[in-house]
């Protein structure tokens, strides 16, 4: 199974759709809120949500979801990256909610050759993020340094680091 791509494997234009969804939880959104410290009502407090809010609900702090299509996208996009380099844009166009599942998919804008190193590149991507409906409601872009296969292969192949049992 393969865990990311090099540099050499990323076409202009192609979309990576992420598998599987994730059907975000009461829990999760509390969990991410309290960890990090983004104690914000319209995320813990139902009865402020109901009672103050256009949504009359919790809404999912938007950065777990963000979160979430990062994570999704790594065995597609960034699984044998070097380096993320830089988070260009990040949208939040709609709210999410408990209950809600979010899909996932990357398209490749664009890719560069490092300058400097041979074994490398920068590949540049657009993650949208979707509920069940279709409806996007997170969108980013990135640049993130990833290995030639050469890189790879000088440092122990496909999968580097992984030791051998003892028998």
């Known amino acids: 199974m ?23 939880t009461e829990y999760d959104d509390h969990l991410f809120c309290l960890i990090t410290m983004n104690h914000h009502p319209l995320h813990l407090d139902a009865h402020f949500a109901e009672e103050t809010t256009e949504f009359g609900k919790n809404v999912v702090v938007g950065n777990y979801i963000y979160s979430l299509l990062l994570g ?19 949208k939040h166009t709609k709210p999410t909610f408990h209950g809600d599942t979010i899909y996932g998919e990357t398209e490749v804008l664009d890719k560069t ?15 949208r993020g979707y509920k069940q409906d ?27 680091g992984r030791p051998v049992p003892e028998v």
């Open 2 to 24: 393969q865990f990311g791509r090099y540099y050499e494997e990323f076409e202009v234009g192609a979309v990576y759709k992420h598998w599987p969804g994730k059907t975000v």
């Open 134 to 160: 279709g409806t996007v409601v997170c969108t980013f872009r990135r640049k993130v340094m990833i290995p030639k296969k050469s890189y790879g292969d000088a440092r122990g192949g496909e999968q580097a």
């Open 113 to 127: 050759e490092s300058k400097s190193k041979d074994d490398r590149g920068v590949v540049y991507v657009e993650t």
């Open 72 to 90: 999704m996208s790594v065995p597609d996009v960034s699984g044998k990256a070097i380096a993320n380099l830089e988070v260009e844009s990040l």
